[in-house]
């Protein structure tokens, strides 16, 4: 154990600072504060010096990163901490209340908490003083049966961690006062942490508030003084992303496992019948225009703006229908789109006139929704022509894919059909269109969108003709073979398989690679994308205008 003298750190001291500065007739105000700051520093180096266990508050903010834990998890990290106390506690600083925290406009909240600590507040966990040894201790060496207290030597032959009587004597106190302050702080904290994760249990909303009387509310039992409460390090504001009541969470397991029965009987469908005669189908809505939702900007604007080409396409939505597989066509052929249309139904000027692609089935209705009608006309025209001997359609609880009563009237007689429909509020998570596919499609539809307008193409990405065209050449790309395996991790995710293919992020191929110039000759303009098929860079005209339907593929 190493010891520290003062007089001889003076004495070093002087030798460095005596030819620079001669002492004058009194001390300032500044030297006085100075003298003070670099004894408390002495003291505490002469306290660890001598003492060979060091009575210090073990760092909080390693017990409160709550983010993913259990009040289990959170009670165990918090009772294995060095929370220490005893006669070196003297040697703290006073002012540790915690303060209100400043929040931002935008209520991020990630405040720590102010521990005071030495230096170095870590000890070796075999020479921690916990509340408990410090009880039984103190009862040893006061020895009530005996009434007459134990020399300091017989005390420390049973416990190694006492240094001297005066340890003990603090010791003593601490218990008659329902422990240290460092042990009140712990019973608060682990206290506070149990209503914060009873109320995410119950998914309440909890604000810095909360955390603030929940921890008042808990030092009224251990009664720390001057303790004032502040928000927990490591818990921050988030946005609500959605609201649920009491009964859906009561209802959790039971739709957990109608989940798991689903996967459970496609998995015995494909193990009977193979992959190829399975599909998922479900539709999805777009907006007329379709642009990012978010953009850079300046640091600290609060108010960001972006322009459109019509505000009222914006709001207003049309509905496409996919259809993929885990076999050996992933694809369905054909897209399958229904847009708004004022009498729901294309005028014949208009029928005429309009794009047609080759890949395309075009209706409409008055809503831009799909109807029944519209939803029997699909499978009778687009469907079941493509099918073989058996198809077995996985859908979502939509009531017209339930109703398939007028379904199995309009199919083929060789075809055995089977319709599979997913529970209610389980899609996100065992539908594989909404597990990946839509999500990918819509990402690369917003990024030629946003491309027309930020580089002010005189195109209106939200007329009929543009947006056909352009689904009928995006829809294109998402066929070829090298974005095969995003299908097949789909199925993958959402449980049906066990194939974890690695896939090409359609998005990532197509929009990050764009160094150099159009494949075309002579061609200046700005790229656009790189093909799925040829891995040609294109500009817009000459995927565009050109209509570069490819069909070649380099792999």
């Not at 507040?121 to 410090?134: E, F, G, H, I, W």
């Not at 649920?244 to 193990?271: D, F, G, N």
């Amino acid at each position: 154990m190493y010891s520290i003298n003062p007089l001889k750190v003076l004495k070093l001291l002087e030798e460095e600072y005596k030819l620079r500065y001669q002492p004058d007739d009194a001390p300032s105000e500044a030297d006085k504060q100075l003298k003070d700051l670099i004894k408390d520093l002495i003291d505490i180096k002469i306290a660890r010096s001598e003492i060979p266990v060091l009575e210090v508050e073990e760092d909080l903010q390693g017990d409160l990163q709550l983010d993913g834990l259990t009040f289990d998890d959170f009670e165990k990290t918090a009772g294995g901490a060095n929370l220490l106390n005893g006669s070196a506690e003297r040697y703290f600083f006073e002012d540790d209340r915690l303060n209100e925290p400043v929040t931002s406009d935008t209520e991020l909240s990630s405040h720590e908490i102010f521990v005071p600590r030495l230096p170095d507040p870590r000890v070796p966990s075999s020479q921690a003083v916990n509340l408990d040894y410090k009880k039984r201790a103190v009862d040893f060496w006061c020895n009530a049966t005996a009434k007459k207290r134990r020399s300091l030597s017989s005390v420390r032959n049973h416990f190694t961690k006492v240094r001297d009587e005066r340890q003990l004597r603090d010791w003593k106190k601490q218990l008659a006062e329902g422990g240290s302050r460092f042990d009140k702080l712990k019973v608060i904290r682990l206290e506070t942490a149990k209503q914060y994760f009873l109320a995410k249990q119950k998914r309440q909303v909890v604000k810095d508030l909360d955390l603030q009387r929940w921890a008042i509310t808990a030092n009224n039992d251990v009664d720390l003084p001057g303790f004032t409460a502040s928000p927990y390090y490591g818990i921050v504001d988030r946005k609500i992303t959605k609201f649920v009541t009491k009964k859906s969470l009561e209802a959790a397991p039971q739709v957990k496992q109608s989940a798991e029965e689903c996967v459970a009987l496609v998995r015995s469908r494909i193990a009977e019948h193979g992959l190829d005669c399975l599909w998922n189908t479900d539709q999805s809505g777009f907006e007329y225009e379709m642009r990012p939702g978010r953009t850079l900007e300046q640091k600290g604007v609060k108010h960001v703006e972006a322009i459109t080409q019509s505000e009222n396409s914006m709001t207003h939505y049309y509905t496409v229908m996919m259809t993929i597989s885990p076999g050996t066509r992933k694809f369905h052929p054909i897209w399958f789109i229904t847009l708004k249309e004022e009498k729901g139904v294309f005028g014949p000027i208009v029928s005429k006139t309009m794009f047609k692609g080759d890949n395309l089935y075009i209706t409409a209705s008055t809503s831009g929704k799909m109807t029944k009608k519209l939803y029997l006309e699909r499978s009778e025209n687009v469907l079941f022509p493509h099918m073989e001997d058996r198809c077995i359609i996985l859908a979502d609880s939509w009531k017209t894919f339930t109703d398939q009563d007028a379904v199995i009237e309009l199919k083929p007689e060789e075809l055995q059909y089977e319709m599979i429909t997913i529970p209610p509020k389980v899609t996100g998570s065992i539908q594989p269109l909404d597990v990946l596919c839509f999500r990918m499609y819509k990402g690369c539809f917003k990024k030629i969108s946003n491309f027309v307008v930020v580089n002010d193409i005189p195109v209106h990405v939200h007329h009929r003709d543009v947006i056909l065209k352009l689904h009928s050449l995006l829809y294109q790309r998402f066929q070829s073979s090298r974005f095969e395996n995003l299908i097949v991790r789909a199925w993958f995710k959402s449980g049906y398989t066990d194939e974890r293919a690695q896939y090409v992020n359609p998005a990532s191929f197509m929009f990050k690679k764009l160094n150099g110039r159009c494949i075309h000759n002579n061609c200046k303009n700005t790229v656009l994308l790189v093909c799925g098929w040829c891995k040609g860079r294109l500009c817009f005209h000459h995927f565009y205008d050109v209509h570069h339907f490819c069909t070649i593929y380099l792999p």
